[in-house]
């Protein structure tokens, strides 16, 4: 009963070490057409197990933890184009992405 105990603690602390070990992060600005950092843009993405979302900040950066993978990157801003950009990370990779710019929305005329 004790060696089930140890084992079955071990094997909770290998899991959450690979876990923390097989992620990488991305981070990055995000502009627009002026080169004025836009804040509140949504960065999404996912893989078979989550969804991963976060906001900009009031400069434009962003800053997103991801497991080891391949993505799309979703740029989403009321009144403003979507972008998308694909990424892959290694394990503890950390990416720095290139400036994204995003453009507003033409006026549609009614």
Do not use: W
Not at 34 to 61: A, F, M, R, W
Not at 90 to 109: F, G, S
């Amino acid at each position: 009963m004790r060696k089930l105990i140890v084992l079955m603690v071990l094997s909770l602390f290998v899991c959450g070490i690979t876990k923390v070990t097989f992620a990488g992060d991305i981070c990055g600005y995000v502009y627009d057409t002026n080169k004025k950092g836009l804040s509140g843009v949504t960065i999404s993405s996912k893989d078979d197990h989550n969804v991963y979302s976060e906001k900009t900040s009031g400069s434009g950066s962003y800053y997103l933890s991801l497991n080891v993978g391949s993505y799309t990157l979703k740029y989403e801003k009321e009144g403003y184009q979507t972008q998308s950009t694909d990424v892959s990370l290694l394990k503890n990779e950390k990416k720095y992405l290139e400036m994204i710019v995003m453009d507003a929305n033409p006026i549609q005329a009614n």
